[in-house]
């Protein structure tokens, strides 16, 4: 089973770097820079922020269904975010060391299986999952925190 797993488009949070705290708070979001590797995952690049670089903190709706399931939470986005990550069959580092938790979904946004991934076992999981005829697609959350991670797609079908 091969898949894909992408990084949001960056061009959806240009707008936050370039406003004031004021403008942040109130659209639900702040500036922070990151002072530990890792604890800042990056949604656009799937990558831990260094120490140092600057993130923007907000409210993200990752999983926009009619449905119970409609899922929202905090992410971060490094203000050096300009493509998105993209990996075929490969899980991204922000999955490493990280308990994961998988949801699966079918194309009528609706919940079809979930399971956890313990560190090192996120492609193995990915792959379980994905081998179930009900699942379109998969929401990756850090199991911990409960935050959104990354989407994982079936590639080439």
């Known amino acids: 089973m091969t898949y894909r797993i992408t990084g949001l488009a960056p061009e959806a949070f240009t707008r936050f770097f370039a406003a004031s705290a004021e403008e942040l708070a109130a659209n639900g979001a702040r500036r922070v820079v990151a002072d530990a590797r890792p604890g800042f995952p990056c949604r656009v690049t799937l990558q831990d922020a260094e120490p140092g670089e600057e993130l923007i903190l907000l409210h993200h709706v990752s999983h926009d269904v009619e449905t119970p399931y409609r899922s929202a939470y905090a992410i971060y986005v490094r203000r050096d975010a300009a493509e998105a990550a993209d990996y075929v069959d490969a899980v991204p580092p922000v999955f490493e060391g990280r308990p994961l938790a998988l949801r699966g979904f079918g194309e009528d ?7 956890l991934a313990s560190p ?3 492609d193995a999981r990915i792959r379980d999952m ?5 699942i379109s ?3 990756v ?3 911990a925190h409960g935050c959104f991670a990354a989407r994982v797609r079936r590639h080439g079908v």
Do not use: R, S, V
């Not at 994905?130 to 009900?134: R, T």
């Open 109 to 115: 946004g609706m919940l079809k299986a979930a399971m």
């Open 120 to 122: 090192g076992e996120a």
């Open 130 to 134: 994905m081998g179930l005829e009900a």
């Open 137 to 139: 697609y998969i929401d």
């Open 141 to 143: 959350h850090n199991a």
